[in-house]
């Protein structure tokens, strides 16, 4: 007769170190992930019967873990150079990359060329494309800093930059300026100066990036595998987009 597995125990048999990019408040405490992402999780450990052992690294260091074999990363985009090296999932969602540009210095986006002869402000260790990738510090500068979302409106405050990269499932930019205000009012770090509360995000998004799950190639390919079954159904029935966006 077969042995009969209990869920539970079958989760446990299947743990996995699940990768997230940190990030941090303007004192460099870790911000935990968001309620509607703790729950997303929760789905894809009860759907792929996996039990994450969740753990936190900024973003080069997340990436080193992963081509080591060291586990499956959460919310990664493709590109050219992860793909020679990674295996994706199927693409959980989308996020916005939009441009928040200081109010006194805001300007008309509509191409990546709009960028020339700026520095824009990035987290360490992030891809936001090829094309972009190909033209940083080429046609633009960069600013790479931390993941402290407060820290680097500051710094773009202070003229440190022109314009800071920001990443949200928002579609709508006022959206996301309501967001980031409320990501400051929150962060009790410092004092906030009135021109920290003077940025605007510009009307068009540099590019719309589908986050996956991301292993080594030929390493944890039979949890990818489940994982993807369990997007697939979570958008089926449409599970996925009720914990991205619970009702109001």
Known sequence: ?????SPVLAAQQNKITLL???????????IPVKDDIRQLLLFFER???????????????LLNHVNNGDGIAFGLSKNSERLETMQFSEF???????????????????HIDDLKG??????????YGDEFDRKKNVLFKVEEDTASHVARLKKLAMRRMDVMLFGARESDPRQVETLLRRMQSV???????????????????LRI????????????????QRLNLAIGRGKKNGEIMRILNPPK
């Open 209 to 224: 990036d589908e986050l996956h799950f991301a292993a080594a190639l030929h390493k944890h390919t039979d949890v990818i």
């Open 118 to 127: 700026k520095t824009v402000g990035i987290i360490r260790g992030v891809s």
């Open 47 to 61: 759907e792929a019967q996996v039990n994450f052992d969740v753990q936190y690294y900024p973003m080069a260091r």
């Open 187 to 205: 962060d009790k770090s410092h004092v906030l100066d009135a021109s920290e509360m003077a940025f605007t995000v510009l009307g068009k998004p």
């Open 1 to 5: 007769m077969p042995v009969l597995v």
């Open 92 to 110: 959980i969602y989308a996020n916005y990359v939009w441009l928040v540009a200081s109010t006194r210095q805001a300007f008309e986006f509509n």
């Open 20 to 30: 997230i990019r940190e990030l941090r408040n303007d004192r460099g405490e870790l």
